[in-house]
């Protein structure tokens, strides 16, 4: 087990503890959001260009926001401008194999 591995997971239990609403989102959602940020065509997108990539999601955008927030705190993607009325999220910075590692925690719960 590597050290990031030992770290992503000692975050998610904070997290888990600390926030059980986010952990919660996290839990439900992080599938839908992956297919989302995997299924983007853009490097800059907000919540509703991610949500329009995922064939069947069983998340609404409000949800899909709060688990993105959840991922940036994460350090799965990074934010590029945080707005009122609107989250722009640098997807160059997407790392689909932290967010795999994430899920793999998440499922083994």
């Known amino acids: 087990m590597s ?3 030992v770290d992503l997971e000692a975050i998610l239990t904070e997290l888990r503890q600390g926030n059980p609403q986010g952990y919660g989102y996290l ?5 839908d959001a992956k297919r989302g940020l995997d299924n983007t065509d853009r490097n800059y997108a907000r919540v509703a ?27 799965v993607l990074s934010v590029l ?21 994430v899920g793999r925690f998440i499922d083994a719960r």
Do not use: C, F, M
């Not at 839990?27 to 599938?31: E, K, L, P, Q």
């Not at 722009?88 to 967010?99: C, E, N, R, S, V």
């Open 81 to 101: 401008t945080n707005r009122s009325n609107a989250t722009i999220y640098d997807l160059t910075k997407y790392d689909p194999a932290k967010l795999r590692a």
């Open 49 to 75: 260009h991610i949500y329009e990539s995922i064939p069947e999601p069983e998340i609404g955008t409000r949800g899909l926001g709060q688990t993105l927030v959840i991922l940036a705190e994460l350090d």
């Open 27 to 31: 839990a439900r959602y992080w599938g």
């Open 3 to 5: 050290s990031e591995t």
